[in-house]
């Protein structure tokens, strides 16, 4: 596990090309955990791949974490790059590829090209695995990602919009996952846009949340006398 702690200023860190197979014998398996209390901008985590096996073990039902990321008041976590990583989470409860638990303040971050697959073996009827999740994470592109969350017996959500989460846009995504391409609940935030984004599956939108979806369009156009136009 590669750990970013800062309980005061620490920034413009670049986690690049790790290769690593976690095997977790206890109730949590992690990649990356950012865990911020003061002030952490400006980082870059890329090309690395991280495989995270988190198997029930008892008297554990393992969680799977590709990147946590933890902010605790008067935490920021702004401009920072997460792009190019490969994340296979396999885990026998929850599996986060990207996830974020934020209680302080994280704005104008960039998730690109990542390829991510959580995949959740729980029995249950709830959410369990989770391709990106963002909790109260503002004003951030989320771009070119391939992701697949997967849970055989419970449900998925290759995209799932928690607490708060306003004003984020996300360009062509290809959202794998035949369960939920895109779960937003009531406090899934607002003015977040797709743009261009492909679905696999279904779609919740809770009624306080706001989800735009947009998609480019080409047209061509003849003059009059059957000439294109530029």
Do not use: C
């Not at 984020?168 to 939920?180: A, C, P, S, V, W």
């Amino acid at each position: 596990m590669l750990v970013i702690s800062s309980g005061k200023t620490l920034g413009n860190n670049n986690i690049t090309g790790n290769n690593l197979t976690i095997h977790s014998a206890s109730a949590y398996g992690y990649g990356i955990y950012p865990s911020i209390s003061g002030t952490s901008n400006s980082n870059i985590i890329q090309s690395n791949t991280l495989n995270i096996k988190a198997p029930s073990t008892s008297p554990f039902t393992s969680y799977g974490f590709g990147v946590h990321l933890y902010i605790y008041p008067p935490g920021t976590f702004n401009s920072n790059i997460i792009q190019s990583n490969t994340f296979n989470i396999n885990a026998s409860s929850y599996s986060y590829g990207f996830y974020s638990s934020n209680s302080g303040t994280s704005n104008s971050n960039t998730i690109y090209n990542n390829i991510i697959n959580a995949v959740s073996t729980e029995s249950i009827s709830a959410l369990r695995a989770y391709g990106i999740g963002l909790d109260n994470i503002d004003s951030s592109n989320i771009t070119f990602n391939t992701i697949n969350a997967t849970a055989s017996s419970a449900y998925a959500g290759d995209i799932y919009l928690s607490t708060g989460s306003d004003n984020n846009i996300f360009y062509d995504n290809k959202l794998l996952g035949t369960n939920y391409s895109v779960y937003a609940p009531n406090s899934g935030g607002t003015n977040n846009t797709f743009v261009n984004v492909s679905y696999s599956g279904s779609e919740f939108v809770g009624t306080s949340a706001q989800l735009i979806r947009k998609w480019y369009y080409t047209a061509y156009v003849n003059d009059t006398n059957g000439n294109a136009l530029n």
